[in-house]
C-alpha cells in the first residue's frame, strides 16, 4: 500500500475527530473511498492501477485458469455479510450525537475588537485659516477703514509753491495721514452666499474691534437688504467715518440673488452725502465684480493675495470722498 494513501487516511480521520466520534465502520467507508478496502486479507489496488489486461496463466496454472474460465460470465461473486454491530448504549449515542452536533469553534478574528465607525471618531478641531494672509491682517484692515485728514507736518513744497506765486498763506498746507479716530461700522451680510465665510467673518470682526479699540466700532448684521437687519429694523446712517461691508452682493451662482442693485446705489449715495467713506470686501476674486459695484464703491478681494498696496491701489481707483 502506498504511503500516500496512509498519510491521506490519517489526514482525513483527523480532521472529521475534529467535530465527532468517528466508528469503525467510519474509517471504513473512509478507506473505501481512498481505495484502500481489504479483500481476502491483502490490500486491493484503487481501480486507475488495475491492470487494463490479465496476465495470461502459466503453465503449471492451467487447470486452475480453465476453472475460472467455466464460471459464466454473468455470475456475480458472492457479497460478503455485514460485520455485526455491537450494541451501543443510551449514554454512548448522547454523546456521539452531542459530539457531531457540536458547533465548531468560531473564526479567530471574530474575537477581534471592531473598528471604529465615523460616530465613534472624536471630532477634529482643526485650525481656521483665515482668508486674509496672517501678518497682514491689521494692515490690511487699517488701509481698508482708515480715511485721509490733512493735519499732518507742514508741507513745505506746497507752501513753497504757493509763496512763490504770490498768493497768499490763510492756512498753513498740512501733509495728508490716515487716521481710525473717526470711528467705523461694519455692515455683515448674513445671506445663504455667505454661509462658508461665518468664521471668517467672526474673526475679521474680532481683529478689526482689537484694531480700533472700545467704542469706535459698530455692527449691523443684515440678510440680503442693508436697509433692514435680522431684527426688521430699520437702518439708521451713523456718525462715523468708514463702513465696511461684507457681504457677496449677490455674485455667488449657487444661491438666490437677494441683493437689489438700486437698493445698494441708495446706501451707498446716502453713505456719502454724510462724508462717510464706504468701501467693500467680498470673498471673490476680482474678475467676479461686476461693474456697477466698482461704480459705486471701491471692492478689495477677501482672499490671501490681498496687501496693504491691493487696499491703496482699490481706494485710489474707487469712488472716495
Known amino acids: 500500500m502506498s504511503a500516500i494513501w496512509w498519510g491521506d487516511l490519517a489526514t482525513a480521520v483527523r480532521r472529521l475527530s475534529a467535530t465527532r466520534v468517528l466508528e469503525p465502520e467510519d474509517v471504513a467507508k473512509i478507506r473505501a473511498m481512498l481505495g484502500m478496502s ?26 486452475e485458469a480453465a476453472e475460472v474460465a467455466s464460471i459464466p460470465p454473468d455470475t456475480a461473486p458472492p ?62 484692515l487699517q488701509a481698508a477703514v482708515s480715511r485721509p485728514v490733512h493735519d499732518g507736518e507742514v508741507d513745505i513744497a506746497r507752501l513753497v509753491t504757493r509763496l512763490a506765486t504770490g498768493k497768499p ?41 482689537r484694531l480700533l479699540g472700545a467704542g469706535t466700532l459698530s455692527r449691523w448684521d443684515f440678510d440680503g437688504s442693508p436697509w433692514t437687519d435680522l431684527d426688521d429694523r430699520p437702518y439708521k446712517v451713523p456718525s462715523v467715518g468708514s463702513v465696511l461691508i461684507l457681504s457677496s452682493f449677490g455674485i455667488h451662482p449657487a444661491c438666490p440673488p437677494t441683493h437689489s442693485v438700486p437698493a445698494w446705489t441708495k446706501l451707498i449715495d446716502t ?30 478681494p477677501w482672499d490671501r493675495t490681498t496687501t496693504v498696496a491691493t487696499v491703496r491701489a482699490a481706494m485710489d481707483g474707487g469712488r472716495t470722498r
Open 271 to 300: 453713505l456719502h452725502r454724510n462724508e462717510i467713506r464706504a468701501v467693500a470686501m467680498i470673498p471673490f476674486p476680482r474678475h467676479r465684480v461686476p461693474g456697477w459695484l466698482t461704480d459705486l464703491v471701491p471692492v478689495i
Open 38 to 63: 481489504r479483500v481476502d486479507g491483502a490490500d486491493r489496488l484503487p481501480s486507475d492501477e488495475t491492470p487494463p489486461h490479465p496476465e495470461p496463466p502459466h503453465r503449471d496454472q492451467r487447470g
Open 79 to 140: 457479497t460478503p455479510a455485514p460485520l455485526a454491530r455491537p450494541p451501543r448504549s443510551a449514554e454512548a449515542l448522547s454523546v456521539e450525537l452531542t459530539a457531531s452536533t457540536s458547533v465548531s469553534p468560531p473564526d479567530p478574528w471574530r474575537d477581534a475588537a471592531p473598528l471604529p465607525t465615523l460616530a465613534d471618531l472624536p471630532p477634529r478641531d482643526d485650525p481656521h485659516t483665515p482668508l486674509l494672509r496672517p501678518g497682514a491682517e491689521y494692515g490690511v
Open 169 to 209: 498763506v490763510d492756512r498753513l498746507p498740512r501733509r495728508r495721514r490716515w487716521t481710525l479716530r473717526f470711528g467705523v461700522q461694519l455692515l455683515v451680510d448674513h445671506s445663504s452666499a455667505m454661509t462658508l465665510y461665518e468664521q471668517d467673518t467672526w474673526a475679521l470682526a474680532a481683529r478689526l474691534d
